[in-house]
């Protein structure tokens, strides 16, 4: 990680994601990493259906980041206070979806 961040200090965001996209290093250390955990791994051309996404607030609009997706998702206005509000409206929704489907989990990242 301190080459990394040597390395790509000086970059952008989008000059980041793209050496970390390329940087075969940086790929040799993710796969052994990925191996050695207490889940199976599958196999890199499986498909995987359970993902992660999350929920911000920015600008005061509240934002959906999924990686499937092309790029950030605009749930409308939103202020501060109202944020865990539509937040948790945003995930009903997303659960009411397929309302059988019980495999799934909610975290969140809070300020004290």
């Not at 961040?5 to 000059?15: D, V």
């Amino acid at each position: 990680m301190k080459k990394f961040i040597a390395e790509t200090k000086s970059m952008t965001p989008e000059e980041k994601a793209s050496y970390l996209e390329y940087n075969r290093e940086m790929g040799v250390v993710h796969e052994d990493c990925a191996q050695e955990g207490q889940t199976q791994a599958p196999p890199r051309d499986q498909a995987v259906v359970r993902h992660f996404i999350t929920l911000i607030s920015h600008n005061n609009k509240l934002y959906e980041l999924d990686g499937r997706k092309e790029g950030p998702v605009c749930h409308g206005e939103i202020n501060k206070e109202s944020f865990l509000e539509s937040a948790a409206a945003m995930v009903k929704k997303f659960m009411a979806r397929d309302p059988e489907e019980m495999d799934f989990s909610v975290m969140a990242l809070a300020e004290d």
